[in-house]
Structure formats: C-alpha cells, structure tokens
C-alpha cells in the first residue's frame, strides 16, 4: 500500500457511516434496542432512544493515521462547553440505585439496559473487506 492514510481513512468513514445508522434505526448486534419506559419518554418529551440533545450521536469521531483507524465516543469533546462521557454505560447497560417511595426506607435497583451503537454490520466489514482488496490490487 502506498498511501495507508488515505486508506485508513475511508475504513474509518465506513466504520462511522455505519455506526450513525445504528443511531438513525435504534439497532444494535441482535436487533432493534429495548424500547423506552413510558416515564422516560414523558421525562424526555421523545422516544427517541439515545438521542436526547444529540450530543452522543455528534461525540463520535473517526481518526485515521498511517497503521490505523479509530472510532471513538466517549469523553469526547463535543463543542466548547460540552463533554460526553457517558457512552459506555450506554453501550454496556448499567444500574440505577434509586429510593424505593413505598417502603420508607430501603433502595431499588433499576437495570438500564445496553444499548450498542458501538458495532460494525456484516455489510460495512463486506465494504471495508473489498476496499482493502481494491487497495491492495490497485484498483482505487
């Protein structure tokens, strides 16, 4: 390969192209994400899953140098003032610990569920597949 920035750079896109769409359908590895409660979407005014002020959708980067490509979104500087941090409990799934109102004292638990965008599709691996392929035999 004679130039690998440019390489790595459109396996990069392909790999953030598809993980927008992830954001755009509601889809994860095995399917469409679990949907929201009825009190979050009263709490958000939408149900629109993962994207509440858009801030973790426009948190992912794709940077490419000579030996790789990296996509990343957490503790990713969004703007001037905001920060997003909060990508992989999002990804992962994580508790919440919250005061259980009918028993007066004691605590519950509540399990957010995963919900990952961090993921390639079978068809973006196939595209990054062929352009590796194209690269390597000169035809791009």
């Known amino acids: 390969f004679k130039n690998t920035d440019k390489l ?24 469409k994400w679990a949907p929201l409660k009825p009190l979050t979407i009263a709490k958000k005014k939408s149900s629109k899953i993962l994207v509440h002020t858009g801030n973790l959708k426009k948190s992912i980067r ?3 140098g000579k030996i790789s ?15 997003v ?32 965008f961090m993921w390639l599709s079978d068809e973006s691996k196939e595209k990054m597949k062929q352009y590796l392929t194209d690269s390597y035999l000169g035809e791009r």
Do not use: C
Request: net charge positive; charged share 30%; no cysteine.
């Open 8 to 31: 790595y750079a459109h396996i990069a896109k392909i790999a953030k192209d598809d993980i927008i769409n992830h954001f755009d359908n509601s889809m994860g590895p095995d399917g």
């Open 62 to 64: 794709a940077r490419a």
């Open 69 to 83: 490509a990296i996509i990343e979104a957490h503790w990713s500087k969004v703007d001037k003032w905001n920060f």
């Open 85 to 116: 941090n909060y990508g992989w409990l999002q990804q992962n799934g994580f508790r919440v610990i919250k005061r259980d109102k009918k028993k007066k004292t004691g605590w519950k638990y509540e399990q957010v569920p995963a919900r990952q």
